[in-house]
């Protein structure tokens, strides 16, 4: 695909601004620089995430196709999405572990107990043999993988990350149901140094190339992959094609004129108070709700301008539902908060503390963003 695409698909991406002062938190919005980190190049790392992304989001596509052409759907038969979730993580695990021998360890979220478990060999061979028609697919590792092979790289992921080392950070799908349904997920991969996000990848198999909220482009192409390294920016490129543009978040500075993502389940964020927020900015536009941190992306090339994720009580959030997301968008001139206006702390482990959910804005809206998310969570919490 040629880099002309860019220009009819996204005429209003130009060169990112000078970031603007912060006077309500810190400019690492998500714990992804420090000045110690930053100065450091991740280049090599960058490139192997994206290869080993790119990758497993093949693979999701082979075992989506598959399934939405099947005569035969049981809305309870989970086995489809199993194959994908632990075949992306076995891929992703096996290539990075090739790049980086030496110093591996990998936060993710499946373990291979269960196909270990009496009656799944056949899951496990299904899986097997797609990991190497994979691998052979690419042809830069000429080898052949045994079962046990692939349930060993898919335990690679049990490490508790921290603040002390590197860590990969992976969900090998992050969207389950969505993509059950034919509808939006993501491979998301991020790395850790010394507890700060330095790096992200985010492969969208079913995101189109122009924006969502365009519904006249002839351009009907579907599969992004988003990707950021500290201090460098984000960049989108499509998921078949080194054609490469940088992007950044919507510019909007009137709450009135922005539209805003959140969950497309109800119980990973509560839509009744994520309404009450949006009146009190006097959004107009309905909300778009979408699976994953395709989201994230999504918001970084600016097809909105606001993110709520705000869960029910109890809910803790996981490194690797927001990692990768949460670099792609501030180096894309956004910023990553809890509701109160807190950075995003990667650096604790497999959850983060937060204060009730994530916010993802713009500079400009984020201060006017905290305060009617603060009023909203007040009047939800007082009695009538």
């Given amino acids: 695909m040629s880099i002309n695409w860019l220009r009819v698909v996204f005429p209003s991406i130009i060169k990112l601004p000078p970031p603007l002062p912060l006077r309500y938190s810190s400019p690492s919005s998500c ?33 989506q196709k598959s399934l939405l052409q099947s005569d035969v ?13 632990y075949g992306s993580q076995a891929l992703v695990s096996f290539v990075l572990q090739q790049e980086f021998p030496a110093e591996f360890s990998l936060v993710a979220e499946e373990d291979s107990k269960d196909l270990r478990k009496d009656g799944a060999q056949e899951l496990v061979d299904r899986i097997t043999k797609l990991v190497n028609d994979s691998l052979a697919s690419d042809e830069s590792y000429s080898v052949t993988l045994s079962t046990e092979d692939v349930l060993k790289a898919i335990d690679s992921g049990k490490s508790e990350g921290g603040s002390q080392g590197r860590h990969w950070v992976l969900d090998p799908i992050d969207g389950t149901k969505g993509f059950l349904r034919g509808g939006q997920y993501a491979i998301a991969l991020a790395l850790l140094d010394r507890g700060k ?10 995101l189109p190339l122009t924006p969502i909220n365009d519904q006249h482009s002839p351009n009907n192409e579907v599969g992004c ?23 950044q978040v919507s510019g909007i500075e009137n709450p009135e004129e922005a539209s805003f993502f959140e969950s497309y389940e109800a119980a990973h964020s509560m839509h009744d108070l994520s309404s009450l927020i949006a009146q009190k900015l006097g959004v107009k536009a309905p909300p778009v709700r979408i699976d994953s941190q395709v989201k994230y992306g999504a918001l970084s090339r600016g097809d909105g301008a606001i993110y709520m994720r705000l869960p029910h009580k109890g809910y803790r959030e996981k490194i690797w539902d927001h990692a990768a997301g949460c670099i792609v968008v501030t180096e894309a001139g956004g ?8 950075p995003l702390d990667f650096s604790k482990g497999k959850f983060l503390d937060l204060d009730t959910g994530i916010i993802v804005t713009n500079q400009k809206l984020m201060p006017i963003l905290i305060k009617a998310v603060r009023e909203s969570l007040e009047e939800k919490a007082s009695p009538l």
């Avoid at 996000?197 to 079913?206: D, I, M, Q, R, T």
């Avoid at 990553?336 to 206006?341: P, T």
């Fill in 31 to 63: 714990s992804c620089f420090s000045s110690v980190v930053v100065a450091m190049s991740y280049d090599k790392e960058l490139t192997a995430a994206k290869k080993a992304a790119s990758l497993a989001a093949r693979l999701c596509q082979k075992v």
């Fill in 73 to 85: 759907q049981s809305k309870n038969d989970r086995s489809p999405v199993t194959v994908a979730d």
């Fill in 197 to 206: 996000v330095v790096l992200g990848v985010l492969a969208c198999p079913n």
């Fill in 225 to 247: 992959l988003f990707f950021a390294e500290v201090g460098g920016g984000s960049y989108m490129q499509p998921l078949d094609s080194s054609s490469t543009v940088k992007v």
């Fill in 335 to 342: 910023v990553v908060m809890d509701a109160a206006g807190n």
